[in-house]
């Protein structure tokens, strides 16, 4: 039976109930992206969002509206991944601003809470666009604006009504963006948004739900909830002072090693110190490996068992502090495979997030990274178009350093933008020369689609090689290396001084070399450059200048 009130409980179940509607819905939502690339998509990220909140949730010792306002609050803004995850975490945080003020939500709370949220999720928005998740956020709240001044005072009709309602502006959303009309789908944003509000009304409802989640982090009792997520021990910290060569490809060994062995790895190098932290079972092996590039320092090791029954979990694990002498300026760039990550390191890049189009890191990742960069200012190169919301929400949640983000959109662009650079510049004169650099470059990528589809006029079918430029679908055939030439015909111009191609993992160094062939012949009065860059997902990366 309905209440016509919502009680703090009785929201941490509703929350909970919407998480699971959307984890189950997660492919589906997937599904829905326009472009039919191998990426994480909208539902995975909408999904890792809101699973942090319901971590964070599922913590709690002591259940009234404020802690579970601060709880979900918190768990999805340092858990947001994409620009839609970022859209759903400023939704949450809007609405908690409100709730946690009362100890019960009514219909006049509820009402104010929506037009909050609403307003605050558009305002991290640069560019709102609509035929998005804001359209349907947006929906959602001027109708429970109109239901409030209507006198409504039944809270199972209002919440029903709002739910038809974001039903209803989700099915006009290809009428209000061409591209989802062309591709013949509903926003995905907006489906995830409306799957969310599906658990939450039936929770409301009573429905017999399983709040149990893929990641461990189901409603139960905290005890029983540590020993599911524990999967390892240990927590380990130490520095590997460097007695010899240490490059590019020793680093990315010994990461993957530690990553066969446990979770949460991190390996930061600086100067001749290498800073390691990680979870694992057997705390020795690191050791043991580490001791083959070096002599081990500070080595602390933290029983997590004993830690969690000691009832200290809810705090944050410290990250290893960045060795060597504060700068004046420091870099963090998203970046996938050895031959890029390389590339960045070799400019002066402090920290490398791993990351991009196939995972995008967290907020958390973000402050992470920031605590790991020992500098006053700190530029950060998100390298894709859905990572620059985090950024700039991890931008806006650190207080003790200057955090810049330059807004680059792919890897390219994150490459000039680092050459563009100067040492002796201010700040806001850096800002200004890379975003100026940036914007002379423009970038291809080749990959393969994952479904049919007909997007910017292109009839696509599965398996079907991909030239995407900036602003679109360049290129589409089913051989790969006729797509990239294709690609970067339509990329190059009279002007056109340098073309510059990153081969993938999945791209023989022969067939590097016959492209650079192929280019040379199209292009005689241009310089080629072709290197490896060790990229997943996709096997070009081109850019043109």
């Known amino acids: ?6 009680s703090a409980e009785l929201l941490a179940k509703m929350f909970l109930a919407g998480a699971k509607y959307l984890e189950n819905k997660k492919e589906y939502v997937n599904e829905l992206n326009v472009f039919p690339v191998p990426d994480g998509d909208t539902g995975t990220n909408m999904t890792l969002t809101i699973l942090s909140a319901a ?8 259940t009234n509206m404020a802690s579970v306002c601060k709880a979900v609050s918190g768990g999805s803004l340092r858990g947001a991944r994409g620009n ?3 859209i759903l975490s400023q939704l949450i945080r809007g609405f908690t601003k409100i ?10 709370i509820l009402d104010e809470a929506a037009q909050k949220a609403v307003k605050t999720a558009y305002k991290a928005v640069m560019s709102p666009k609509e035929g998005t998740i804001l359209t349907v956020a947006s929906g959602i709240g001027r109708k429970a604006e109109e239901l409030h001044a209507a006198g409504c005072d039944d809270l199972d009709v209002y919440l029903k009504s709002i739910l038809d309602e974001a039903e209803r502006v989700l099915a006009t959303t290809p009428d209000l963006l061409p591209v989802l009309k062309e591709a013949g789908v509903v926003d995905s944003g907006g489906q995830g948004l409306v799957e969310i509000l599906r658990g939450a009304y039936d929770a409301f409802n009573g429905k017999e739900i399983d709040l149990t989640f893929g990641t461990g982090s189901g409603k139960k009792k905290e005890k029983e909830a540590v020993k599911e997520e524990l999967k390892y021990a240990y927590s380990e910290e130490f520095n590997l002072v460097l007695d010899r060569n240490f490059n590019i490809k020793n680093e ?6 530690l990553e066969s062995i446990g979770d949460c790895v991190n390996v ?17 092996l690191p050791l043991q490996k580490g001791l083959k590039y070096g002599d081990l320092n500070k080595i602390r090791i933290t029983n997590l068992k004993l830690k969690e029954e000691a009832q200290s979990a809810s705090a944050p694990a410290e990250i290893a502090k960045p060795k060597g002498p504060k700068k004046k300026y420091g870099f963090i760039a998203v970046s996938v495979g050895q031959g890029i990550n390389e590339i960045f390191t070799s400019l002066g890049v402090d920290f490398i997030i791993s990351g991009g189009q196939t995972m995008n890191p967290s907020t958390e990742d973000m402050l992470n990274a920031i605590e790991n960069v020992n500098a006053d200012t700190i530029f950060i190169l998100p390298n894709n178009k859905n990572i620059i919301m985090a950024a700039n929400q991890a931008r806006d949640l650190t207080k003790d350093k200057q955090i810049i983000v330059i807004p680059t959109k792919t890897i ?54 991909m030239g995407i430029g900036d602003h679109g679908i360049l290129s589409v055939g089913t051989d790969r290396d006729v797509v990239t030439l294709d690609m970067i015909k339509e990329l190059a111009d009279e002007d056109t001084e340098l073309i510059s191609v990153y081969y993938g993992e999945d791209v023989s160094e022969k067939e ?9 012949e199209a292009f005689p009065t241009t310089d080629i450059e072709v290197q490896y860059g060790g990229q997943p997902v996709y096997y070009y990366i081109v850019s043109v200048e």
């Open 1 to 6: 039976m309905s209440a016509n009130v919502i």
């Open 55 to 62: 971590k964070e949730l599922n913590a709690l010792t002591e």
């Open 84 to 86: 839609s995850g970022v």
């Open 99 to 108: 709730a946690s003020n009362y100890d019960e939500l009514t219909i006049e």
């Open 252 to 257: 990315m060994d010994f990461k993957d090693y």
């Open 268 to 284: 930061n190098t600086e100067n001749e110190v290498v800073t390691v932290s990680l979870n694992t079972n057997d705390p020795g």
């Open 412 to 465: 390219p662009q994150g490459i000039t933008a680092v050459i563009s650079f100067m040492e002796d510049a201010e700040a806001a004169d850096n800002e200004s020369g890379m975003n100026d650099g940036i914007c002379a470059v423009k970038t291809g990528q080749v990959t393969y689609a994952v479904r049919d589809t007909v997007i910017d006029n292109h009839e696509i079918h599965q398996d079907d090689f």
């Open 512 to 520: 590097a070399g016959l492209l650079r062939a192929s280019l040379e």
